[in-house]
Nanobody, 123 residues
Framework: QVQLVESGGGLVQAGGSLRLSCAAS????????MGWFRQAPGKEREFVAA????????DYADFVKGRFTISRDSAKKTVYLQMNSLKPEDTAVYYC????????????????WGQGTQVTVSS
């Protein structure tokens, strides 16, 4: 079955960096578009970034543009989220997901999700 396993979260001070990883199994990784979402306590899950199947196209939420970078390694079946200049408001559980189709910013366009990894940014 399809499994997405995130790692790399943790506690970091404001201005610091983290790199999240999402290892995929049970699917043909190289033909799937992937995305990252996040959910803070008491808030809805929100789109962070997406990358197409080949890595040639990426998209970002406005609040992370210039700070976060999504990438993928098809040989390792892994998608990454490099997060720089972190802010306390970036604190959330971060999820990766496989896009099945539809609008990339919409969580309902994704069908397989990882368990999430906690990112906490202290001020």
């Amino acid at each position: 079955q399809v499994q997405l396993v995130e790692s790399g979260g943790g506690l970091v001070q404001a201005g610091g960096s983290l790199r999240l990883s999402c290892a995929a199994s049970g699917l043909t990784f190289s033909v799937n578009n992937m995305g990252w979402f996040r959910q803070a306590p008491g808030k809805e899950r929100e789109f962070v970034a997406a990358i197409n199947y080949s890595g040639s196209s990426t998209d970002y939420a406005d609040f992370v543009k210039g700070r976060f970078t999504i990438s993928r390694d098809s040989a390792k079946k892994t998608v990454y989220l490099q997060m720089n200049s972190l802010k306390p408001e970036d604190t959330a559980v971060y999820y990766c997901a496989r896009q099945r189709g539809g609008i990339i910013y919409d969580a309902t366009s994704y069908d397989y999700w990882g368990q999430g990894t906690q990112v906490t940014v202290s001020s």
